[in-house]
Protein backbone atom coordinates (compact mmCIF):
# COMPACT_ATOMS: atom_id res chain seq x y z
CA UNK A 1 0.00 0.00 0.00
CA UNK A 2 2.97 2.15 0.67
CA UNK A 3 3.78 1.86 -2.90
CA UNK A 4 1.02 2.86 -4.44
CA UNK A 5 1.59 5.93 -2.66
CA UNK A 6 5.11 6.51 -4.14
CA UNK A 7 3.79 5.83 -7.83
CA UNK A 8 0.96 8.32 -7.22
CA UNK A 9 3.29 10.92 -6.06
CA UNK A 10 5.73 10.16 -9.54
CA UNK A 11 3.25 10.30 -11.57
CA UNK A 12 1.52 13.20 -10.26
CA UNK A 13 5.34 14.90 -10.60
CA UNK A 14 5.44 13.67 -14.46
CA UNK A 15 1.82 15.84 -14.79
CA UNK A 16 3.15 18.76 -13.26
CA UNK A 17 6.49 18.93 -15.15
CA UNK A 18 4.82 17.55 -18.99
CA UNK A 19 5.14 20.31 -21.84
CA UNK A 20 8.12 22.36 -19.72
CA UNK A 21 10.75 20.30 -20.42
CA UNK A 22 13.24 22.55 -22.31
CA UNK A 23 12.15 25.29 -21.15
CA UNK A 24 14.20 27.79 -18.45
CA UNK A 25 12.56 30.42 -16.07
CA UNK A 26 12.77 33.40 -17.15
CA UNK A 27 15.54 35.60 -15.09
CA UNK A 28 13.98 37.93 -13.38
CA UNK A 29 13.72 41.65 -15.12
CA UNK A 30 14.27 39.51 -18.26
CA UNK A 31 11.48 40.04 -20.86
CA UNK A 32 9.70 36.98 -23.14
CA UNK A 33 9.26 37.81 -26.50
CA UNK A 34 5.66 36.34 -27.39
CA UNK A 35 2.51 37.03 -28.42
CA UNK A 36 1.50 40.93 -28.82
CA UNK A 37 5.07 41.47 -27.24
CA UNK A 38 7.88 41.52 -29.97
CA UNK A 39 11.19 41.62 -29.52
CA UNK A 40 13.03 44.92 -27.69
CA UNK A 41 14.94 45.76 -30.65
CA UNK A 42 11.82 45.77 -33.17
CA UNK A 43 9.77 47.88 -30.40
CA UNK A 44 9.78 51.99 -31.17
CA UNK A 45 12.41 54.00 -28.41
CA UNK A 46 10.96 56.29 -26.06
CA UNK A 47 10.54 59.74 -28.22
CA UNK A 48 10.31 58.51 -30.88
CA UNK A 49 6.67 59.10 -33.40
CA UNK A 50 5.40 57.13 -36.01
CA UNK A 51 4.23 60.02 -38.18
CA UNK A 52 4.33 63.51 -38.26
CA UNK A 53 1.37 64.43 -38.84
CA UNK A 54 0.34 67.95 -39.01
CA UNK A 55 2.45 70.29 -36.51
CA UNK A 56 1.14 71.62 -33.35
CA UNK A 57 0.53 75.11 -33.97
CA UNK A 58 -0.29 75.08 -37.77
CA UNK A 59 -4.23 75.88 -38.92
CA UNK A 60 -6.71 74.18 -40.65
CA UNK A 61 -7.88 75.05 -44.15
CA UNK A 62 -11.19 76.27 -42.47
CA UNK A 63 -9.29 78.90 -40.22
CA UNK A 64 -7.28 79.84 -43.52
CA UNK A 65 -10.74 80.57 -44.99
CA UNK A 66 -11.66 82.42 -42.54
CA UNK A 67 -8.74 84.92 -42.02
CA UNK A 68 -8.54 85.74 -45.40
CA UNK A 69 -12.25 86.37 -46.06
CA UNK A 70 -13.01 88.19 -43.05
CA UNK A 71 -9.89 90.06 -43.10
CA UNK A 72 -9.85 94.02 -43.59
CA UNK A 73 -9.02 95.65 -46.43
CA UNK A 74 -8.56 99.32 -47.30
CA UNK A 75 -9.87 100.16 -50.89
CA UNK A 76 -11.09 103.59 -52.50
CA UNK A 77 -14.93 103.82 -54.38
CA UNK A 78 -15.95 106.93 -55.55
CA UNK A 79 -12.92 109.11 -54.94
CA UNK A 80 -13.44 108.31 -51.30
CA UNK A 81 -10.77 105.50 -49.09
CA UNK A 82 -13.30 103.03 -47.65
CA UNK A 83 -12.56 100.08 -45.51
CA UNK A 84 -14.09 96.44 -45.13
CA UNK A 85 -13.55 92.75 -44.83
CA UNK A 86 -12.53 91.31 -48.13
CA UNK A 87 -15.67 89.12 -48.89
CA UNK A 88 -17.51 92.17 -48.47
CA UNK A 89 -15.54 93.68 -51.37
CA UNK A 90 -16.30 90.30 -53.24
CA UNK A 91 -19.68 90.65 -52.88
CA UNK A 92 -20.19 94.63 -53.60
CA UNK A 93 -17.95 94.03 -56.79
CA UNK A 94 -19.95 90.72 -57.83
CA UNK A 95 -23.38 92.56 -57.06
CA UNK A 96 -21.80 95.73 -59.14
CA UNK A 97 -20.94 93.64 -62.49
CA UNK A 98 -24.15 91.80 -61.78
CA UNK A 99 -25.91 94.90 -62.05
CA UNK A 100 -24.16 95.44 -65.34
CA UNK A 101 -25.83 92.52 -66.95
CA UNK A 102 -23.03 89.60 -65.90
CA UNK A 103 -24.80 86.90 -66.12
CA UNK A 104 -22.12 85.21 -64.35
CA UNK A 105 -21.69 87.67 -61.57
CA UNK A 106 -25.84 87.41 -61.37
CA UNK A 107 -25.95 83.42 -60.23
CA UNK A 108 -23.29 83.90 -58.13
CA UNK A 109 -25.24 86.87 -56.17
CA UNK A 110 -28.50 84.95 -56.51
CA UNK A 111 -27.10 82.22 -55.06
CA UNK A 112 -25.58 83.65 -52.04
CA UNK A 113 -28.82 86.12 -51.46
CA UNK A 114 -30.71 82.23 -51.75
CA UNK A 115 -28.89 80.70 -49.47
CA UNK A 116 -27.90 83.57 -46.66
CA UNK A 117 -30.95 85.89 -46.81
CA UNK A 118 -34.48 84.91 -45.18
CA UNK A 119 -37.12 83.97 -48.06
CA UNK A 120 -40.10 86.26 -47.86
CA UNK A 121 -43.54 84.62 -48.04
CA UNK A 122 -45.50 84.70 -51.13
CA UNK A 123 -48.40 87.31 -50.55
CA UNK A 124 -51.86 86.78 -52.20
CA UNK A 125 -54.26 83.88 -51.48
CA UNK A 126 -53.34 80.71 -49.58
CA UNK A 127 -54.05 77.67 -50.97
CA UNK A 128 -55.55 74.85 -49.23
CA UNK A 129 -53.70 71.70 -49.79
CA UNK A 130 -55.54 68.07 -49.76
CA UNK A 131 -54.26 65.34 -47.27
CA UNK A 132 -53.04 63.38 -50.11
CA UNK A 133 -51.28 66.85 -51.39
CA UNK A 134 -49.35 67.25 -47.84
CA UNK A 135 -48.59 63.99 -47.49
CA UNK A 136 -46.43 64.21 -50.66
CA UNK A 137 -45.29 67.57 -49.75
CA UNK A 138 -43.84 66.39 -46.44
CA UNK A 139 -42.46 63.39 -48.09
CA UNK A 140 -40.38 65.82 -50.34
CA UNK A 141 -39.35 68.08 -47.57
CA UNK A 142 -37.51 64.76 -45.90
CA UNK A 143 -35.92 64.16 -48.50
CA UNK A 144 -34.67 67.12 -49.13
CA UNK A 145 -33.15 67.87 -45.95
CA UNK A 146 -31.63 64.58 -46.11
CA UNK A 147 -30.07 65.10 -49.54
CA UNK A 148 -29.00 68.90 -48.09
CA UNK A 149 -27.72 66.61 -45.15
CA UNK A 150 -25.41 64.11 -47.19
CA UNK A 151 -24.22 66.92 -49.40
CA UNK A 152 -23.15 69.14 -46.33
CA UNK A 153 -21.37 65.87 -44.89
CA UNK A 154 -19.28 65.39 -47.75
Known amino acids: MHHDEEIGDD ?9 FEGREEPAEGSYTVGHKKPPK ?8 KRSKGRPKGSKNIRTIVEQELLGTLTYTEGGKK ?3 TKLG ?8 KAMQSDSKA ?6 VAGKY ?3 PEPEGESVEL ?7 LADYLKMKELFEGRQADG
Open 89 to 96: IILRTQTN
Open 41 to 48: SGQFTKGH
Open 82 to 84: KSG
Open 106 to 111: AAFVFG
Open 117 to 119: LPQ
Open 130 to 136: SDAERAV
Open 11 to 19: SHAQIETEG
